[in-house]
């Protein structure tokens, strides 16, 4: 009650109930309000179903496209008008390096040999850009005595290859057969028929007995390891009668036999 003490003597006092008062009352009614005023908006936004999204109108759409196609144009327009100005940047270089020059030419004008060897240059330039008439379907020549401006007249064979097929022949002795052309790498499969071989031609001859090792290992049908079971057949037997006398080697077969017999000598 009011005014009642605690009859505790301790320094904290007891606890006392406090009286009801009607702020307590208005306090508690207020807050079941807003209470209920929550729970009935929370239950509102619930029901309510969400916005549909915004959709562009035609109207809208064609500002758009309009939008889109003035920058476009735009950048079109920008690219178009650095192009200018590099070109006439381009013109204008031009311009001055060609005056450049020929101020330059008339002040230390070129000397004879110097004008020879412009003129030697733009004539190698002119025949450097010529490219001589291919042979007619049926044409044959002979592979041992064509030279490099008749090669180069077969299609499909340029300078490069047509110095191939020579330093080949030049190794070779000569050939034998117009299908050892094919034999070259790069060379196109059917080249041989553009080719044939004189049948009283006789290529050049290898002395096998009396050849040193990079002679021999020169010829194209003859390996490093051939090569040295040649010389080791020389050294331990004597010189070679023939090619049988190495028929029990394992660095030759009998196709190594056929296509150096014709190049062999064993005098």
């Not at 490099?148 to 490069?160: T, W």
Request: proline share 6%; charged share 25%; hydrophobic share 35%.
């Amino acid at each position: 009650m009011p005014g009642t003490k605690c009859p505790s003597t301790s320094a904290t006092t007891c606890a006392v109930a406090k009286p009801f008062r009607p702020i307590h009352l208005l306090a508690l009614l207020l807050t079941l309000g807003l209470l209920a005023a929550g729970g009935g908006l929370l239950k509102r936004c619930a029901l309510e179903p969400s916005p549909e999204p915004y959709s562009l109108t035609a109207a809208d759409s064609q500002l758009v496209r309009d939008f889109e196609a003035d920058i476009q144009a735009d950048s079109i327009r920008q690219a178009a008008r650095r192009q200018a100005r590099y070109d006439s940047l381009r013109r204008s270089w031009h311009t001055a390096d060609s005056l450049r020059w020929q101020h330059e030419r008339k002040r230390h004008p070129m000397s004879d040999r110097q004008r020879a060897y412009l003129d030697d240059r733009r004539r190698q330039d002119s025949l450097r850009g010529t490219y001589p008439e291919k042979y007619a379907e049926g044409t044959v020549l002979d592979l041992n005595t064509a030279d490099s401006a008749a090669l180069v007249r077969i299609p499909l064979i340029g300078a490069r290859r047509a110095a191939q097929i020579l330093g080949y022949r030049n190794r070779l002795g000569g050939f034998v057969s117009a299908r050892q052309v094919e034999e070259l790498n790069g060379i196109p499969p059917g080249t041989a028929r553009w080719f044939s071989v004189a049948a009283n031609f006789r290529p050049s001859r290898l002395h096998i007995n009396t050849a040193d090792f990079h002679t021999l290992l020169r010829h194209p049908y003859l390996s490093f390891e051939q090569v040295k079971e040649i010389m080791a057949y020389r050294r331990r037997f004597g010189p070679l009668k023939a090619w049988s006398d190495l028929r029990l080697s394992q660095r030759f077969t009998a196709a190594d036999f056929e296509r150096l017999s014709p190049y062999s000598a064993f005098d």
